[in-house]
């Protein structure tokens, strides 16, 4: 477990819970409009399935109801490249989808 993100912050506060790893990891080609469009689906159709019910909430506590949202951490761990996608009843007012449409772009940068 050390190689996952939090295993620090138990190691230093033992009382905090920080949920484990869900679903099998993605691979997300930023470089290629067709890979984004492909990880976009997939990560459409797990929130989705997460929306229904949340694994982790049935698991520790049994109980079966809505979950919120999926949090991706790219590997190596990167806090920079983090981003949530969410199930429709928790987006902000007029988001459409799970996910960010485009990945975000760097001031300066050069591309489509």
Do not use: C, N
Not at 35 to 42: F, M, N, P, V
Not at 79 to 87: E, I, Y
Not at 99 to 104: A, D, E, F, M, T
């Amino acid at each position: 477990m050390l190689d996952r993100p939090g295993w620090l912050l138990r190691a230093l506060v033992p009382e905090l819970r920080v949920l484990p790893w869900e679903g099998e990891q993605i691979t997300i080609d930023f470089a290629s409009r067709d890979g984004l469009d492909r990880a976009a689906a997939e990560l459409d159709r797990r929130v989705a399935e997460v929306e229904r019910e949340d694994p982790w909430v049935k698991r520790e506590f049994g109980i079966s109801g809505l979950g919120e949202r999926l949090v991706l951490y790219p590997e190596p761990h990167d806090p920079a490249l983090m981003f949530k996608a969410k199930s429709e009843k928790h987006r902000t007012a007029g988001t459409r989808s799970a996910r960010p449409s485009r990945p975000p772009r760097a001031r300066g940068s050069v591309g489509r």
